[in-house]
């Protein structure tokens, strides 16, 4: 049973291009967040989808836009990239209601 | 949402138990206490949550004093794979506009 996967691994992106990536959820599961990880700190949260809406946003900008499939998968788009968001893009998955379970992430680099 | 404080980092032997205290003085009545690991690289892993008293499972175990404005995560026998960050989070349950604090570095030595 596969766990929760996200595409690209790696990327490498310079100033303001666009970017997207790409999760697929735990089996079984219908809610999609998506979090930034900057190099020595914790996750931050990004925004939730469930039934294909967006549900609830963290502190991030317009820039930072997804999208949910109906089969659960999902996307991060980053439009104008900055240096500041080069990081770690994880994805977790759930059932509403359960805890979450991330993916390996994407580490993006801005050049 | 409750504010976290927990220490920076934590070294340790094989062998030995490692306890990881949270501070949540602020903790609400909805609130449950949430524990997670990541390792360089991957995404974070859950490992445990509670509200009150102690919580086990086949990892750790999770102490809630009555007040529950603190919470500590034992982690037994630790051997050289326990190297992570723990993060604890606080809040009503399994909220996933929870963000993660810095966590605490365990450094676990032969």
């Known amino acids: 049973d596969a766990g929760v996967t996200q595409s690209p691994t790696h990327l490498i992106k310079t100033r303001g291009q666009q970017v997207t990536l790409r999760c697929s959820p735990k089996?079984?599961?219908?809610?999609v967040s998506w979090y930034q990880q900057a190099l020595g700190q914790g996750p931050q949260f990004i925004f939730q989808?469930?039934?294909?809406?967006?549900?609830q946003r963290g502190n991030f900008p317009d820039r930072f836009s997804g999208h949910q499939f109906p089969n659960y998968s999902s996307e991060l788009n980053v439009n104008a990239l900055l240096l500041g968001d080069s990081a770690l893009y994880l994805c977790?998955?759930?059932?509403?209601?359960?805890?979450?379970?991330f993916g390996a992430g994407t580490r993006l680099s801005v050049l | 949402l409750a504010k976290t404080t927990q220490p920076i980092s934590m070294d340790s032997y094989e062998g030995q138990e490692v306890n990881i205290t949270c501070s949540h003085n602020?903790?609400?009545?909805?609130?449950?206490i949430t524990w997670y690991q990541q390792f360089p690289s991957q995404g974070p892993r859950f490992i445990i949550q509670?509200?009150?008293t102690k919580v086990t499972n086949e990892v750790a175990s999770l102490f809630i004093p009555a007040d529950r404005k603190s919470s500590t995560l034992s982690l037994p026998r630790v051997s050289l794979s326990d190297t992570a960050v723990y993060y604890c989070?606080?809040?009503?349950?399994?909220?996933?506009?929870?963000?993660f604090g810095a966590g605490t570095t365990v450094t676990v030595r032969a």
């Open positions: 977790a998955s759930s059932l509403v209601g359960t805890h979450r379970d």
């Open positions: 089996s079984g599961h219908d809610t």
């Open positions: 989808y469930y039934e294909e809406e967006e549900r």
């Open positions: 602020n903790i609400a009545t909805n609130d449950y």
């Open positions: 509670g509200y009150k």
């Open positions: 989070l606080v809040g009503i349950l399994n909220d996933y506009k929870l963000s």
